[in-house]
Nanobody
Framework: QVHLAESGGGLVQAGGSLALSCAAS????????MGWFRQAPGKEREFVAT????????VYADSVKGRFTISRDNAKNTLYLQMNNLKPEDTAVYYC?????????????????WGQGTQVTVSS
């Protein structure tokens, strides 16, 4: 069973930075795709970024492109999301997710495993 645990959320002022981590366990993730999603109050969960665990290839939502960076550490089985130049509209619960296929998808229904989420709040 795959287990994902996010950490690193918190409160930051607009223009600041935060780094999220997601510790993954339970499988060998070489053939997996991992992603970050977020859900703001009153809104549906949305795609943020995704990475192929083996190749490291990435895809970003337009809203975060150039500000956020997704990466992984194979040895530590950990996924990261570096968030820079944060905006109030980035405020949300951020979720780590995994799917047992390396194919690119931004559709949350294609991700089978989910963490519990970590709150990110950006003040103006």
């Amino acid at each position: 069973q795959v287990h994902l645990a996010e950490s690193g959320g918190g409160l930051v002022q607009a223009g600041g930075s935060l780094a999220l981590s997601c510790a993954a366990s339970g499988r060998t993730f070489g053939r997996y795709r991992m992603g970050w999603f977020r859900q703001a109050p009153g809104k549906e969960r949305e795609f943020v970024a995704t990475i192929n665990w083996s190749s490291g290839s990435t895809v970003y939502a337009d809203s975060v492109k150039g500000r956020f960076t997704i990466s992984r550490d194979n040895a530590k089985n950990t996924l990261y999301l570096q968030m820079n130049n944060l905006k109030p509209e980035d405020t949300a619960v951020y979720y780590c997710a995994a799917r047992d296929s390396g194919l690119v998808t931004t559709d949350e229904t294609s991700y089978r495993y989910w963490g519990q989420g970590t709150q990110v709040t950006v003040s103006s």
